[in-house]
């Protein structure tokens, strides 16, 4: 059964310090994994998508990457702003297509 | 384009009454998804249509969760009788038919669920 964990679960910075969130699975054999953000009271932002294939990708000041042997993958915020706090979820897709999500980590950048 | 859209984005009812959650797809994404998370925990894979069919269905908890999408345009899941433990936030997800990138999943706003 794929197990999906995020650590921390809660993180709290100052603006402008770059920062790196993790994520763990347990089952290598995944499809691809997906980072999104959640802004309190709303839906899932998509940040970024990573085939089973490639091993990171790539959008403005975020970063994340992908080792499928170790079943892990890092969101990594470049300058992070107080427009970045959220709570950032990693979720896992198996060939099956249901996505197993981990719990999430809570961000706060404070001005 | 209109994103995946979900109908109500609350709703309060009382233990055992029974409550219908609407999702309308991206136009053309035969995959929908339905997803849910109850407090403290994390979302967790409800079911998966392809069309109007039942792919994938495992994660319904029990027998008072009927999903239906006839016509395979919007999805219905309804809960009935409702208790509390299934307070939560269901979120809804489509995706087109094929290999990537095709097949990223795009998820609603959710309907958030309070039972009384």
């Known amino acids: 059964k794929q197990e999906v964990t995020q650590i921390p679960a809660a993180l709290s910075v100052p603006e402008g310090e770059n920062l790196v969130l993790n994520c763990s699975f347990t089952d290598s054999a995944i499809y691809n994994l997906q980072w999104f953000r959640q802004d309190p009271g709303k839906g899932l932002t998509s940040l970024l998508l990573i085939q089973s294939s490639q091993r990171e990708q790539t959008s403005g000041r975020l970063n994340a990457s992908l080792d499928k042997s170790s079943g892990r993958s890092t969101l990594y915020i470049a300058a992070s702003q107080p427009g970045d706090s959220a709570t950032y979820l990693c979720a896992v897709r198996r060939y099956n297509n249901d996505m197993r999500f981990g719990a999430g980590t809570r961000l706060t950048v404070k001005p | 384009e209109a994103g995946v859209t979900q109908f109500p984005s609350h709703s309060v009812i009382e233990k055992g009454q029974t409550v219908t959650l609407r999702c309308d797809p991206i136009?053309?994404?035969?995959?929908l998804y339905w997803y849910r998370r109850v407090m403290g925990k994390e979302i967790k894979f409800l079911l998966h249509?392809?069309?109007?069919?039942?792919?994938?269905e495992s994660g319904m908890p029990n027998n008072r969760f009927l999903a239906e999408r006839t016509g395979g345009t919007y999805s219905t899941l309804k809960v009935q009788p409702a208790e509390l433990e299934d307070s939560g936030v269901y979120f809804c997800?489509?995706?087109?038919?094929?290999?990537?990138?095709?097949?990223?999943?795009?998820f609603g706003p959710g309907t958030r669920l309070t039972v009384l």
């Open positions: 249509f392809v069309k109007e069919s039942k792919q994938d």
């Open positions: 136009s053309g994404h035969d995959n």
């Open positions: 997800a489509s995706s087109q038919v094929g290999g990537p990138p095709y097949n990223e999943q795009f």
